[in-house]
């Protein structure tokens, strides 16, 4: 199972079983981290760990947990001073050794137990970002390719706005963000002043170790793998039925072929329609299905080849070629090539560039 250890800003996450005694998970934890644990004290759900023969089955820790290490002497002076500990009686005066006080009610309202007035002060003076600010920003992305493109990896959001909005929506959206970085400030420096008894503390930290990780998780992948943030446009192919051109759409995972009933009107074949198949299509969304047109020629290059559509009666793509056509005339979807194989004749035809999608399937739109 998956056991996450933290102490300060060195976390790790280690492969263990549940049989594992205590003495063993800690000389685990002293290979892994490089750091002796003769004065440190483990705590899981805020119960220190210190019989140092029991599993950790025995202490109720599970797949997923995290176990937190602290200082063995802060963690006594804690206990013999609860009352002053940060977090634990918010809104609670503190007095100084010089006599003043310090509002506690400020400190949780701004930014949780223990952050003092000047601290709370000096994160909240950055209340907003300017707009001359956000001019300067906007022109040091424009003047760097560079930058534009790893803003592009990093924050689409923004680099939208860059890109197509005015300067309002690019002040917007900087402002934005530059709020929500402040309150992950504020929330961090709440979870660094926390009393490590706290439950809700540990909440914080276990979400934050998650947070890390996620953040590692995309760095590498933008790092190794950036193609992975670029748009990936579907695939059509140009066709004909009733010698109308129609760009259709190549969808594998939708189990029967479509046809729009305006594609339907175009084509001339709303005739052909049969009622009695009338119903309602399910998948993401519903819609209604007019009826079946149960054989109709498809012109694929100079191919003729037989299918069946449901017609539905408001669909954004004009056709839909689904699994039972391909698979009745075996085609093969070759993306190294970019080309529709028909099995059944050998014909080839290519996918569709972006600029020729159409306007509702481009990645722009």
């Not at 602290?70 to 500990?85: F, S």
């Not at 503190?94 to 137990?113: H, Q």
């Not at 493109?149 to 934005?176: Q, V």
Request: hydrophobic share 35%.
């Amino acid at each position: 199972m998956k056991l996450t250890v933290t102490y300060d800003d060195n976390v790790v996450q280690l492969d263990v079983y549940e049989d594992m005694e205590l003495e063993n998970l800690i000389a685990y934890c002293e290979a892994e981290m490089g750091t002796s644990f003769s004065q440190l004290q483990l705590l899981h759900n805020a119960r220190p760990l210190e019989d140092m023969k029991k599993s950790l089955k025995q202490y109720s820790i599970v797949d997923g947990d995290m176990v937190l290490v602290v200082n063995k002497a802060v963690l006594q002076q804690t206990q013999q001073h609860p009352a002053v500990t940060a977090g634990r009686q918010p809104g609670q005066t503190t007095s100084s050794s010089s006599g003043g006080g310090a509002s506690g009610a400020s400190g949780s309202s701004l930014g949780g137990p223990g952050l003092s007035p000047q601290q709370a002060e000096e994160l909240l003076s950055m209340t907003e970002v300017t707009m001359e600010q956000a001019i300067k920003v906007r022109d040091s992305f424009l003047k760097n390719p560079d930058e534009m493109t790893n803003l592009k990896l990093s924050n689409m959001p923004l680099a939208d706005a860059l890109a197509t909005g005015t300067l309002e929506d690019f002040h917007k959206i900087l402002n934005d963000q530059h709020k929500r970085r402040r309150d992950e400030q504020l929330r961090r420096f709440r979870m660094m002043t926390a009393d490590p008894f706290d439950v809700e503390a540990q909440k914080m930290i276990a979400q934050e170790i998650q947070r890390q990780q996620i953040d590692s998780n995309m760095h590498d992948a933008i790092e190794h793998m950036p193609e992975a943030f670029g748009q990936v446009h579907m695939l059509y192919i140009k066709c004909k039925v009733n010698g109308t051109p129609i760009d259709a759409f190549v969808d594998s995972g939708a189990q029967s072929t479509i046809m729009s009933q305006a594609c339907a009107e175009r084509c001339n074949v709303t005739r052909l329609i049969d009622e009695r198949w009338s119903g309602i299509a399910q998948g993401v969304g519903t819609q209604k299905i007019l009826g079946r047109i149960h054989i109709c020629q498809v012109q694929i290059e100079n191919d003729f080849l037989a299918s069946s559509f449901n017609v539905l009666e408001h669909q954004p793509m004009d056709m839909l070629l689904g699994l039972d056509m391909l698979k009745r005339h075996q085609c093969v979807l070759d993306l190294k090539n970019n080309i529709l194989r028909i099995g059944t004749t050998g014909t080839e035809t290519r996918f569709l560039n972006e600029s020729e999608l159409p306007a509702h399937a481009r990645s722009n739109h």
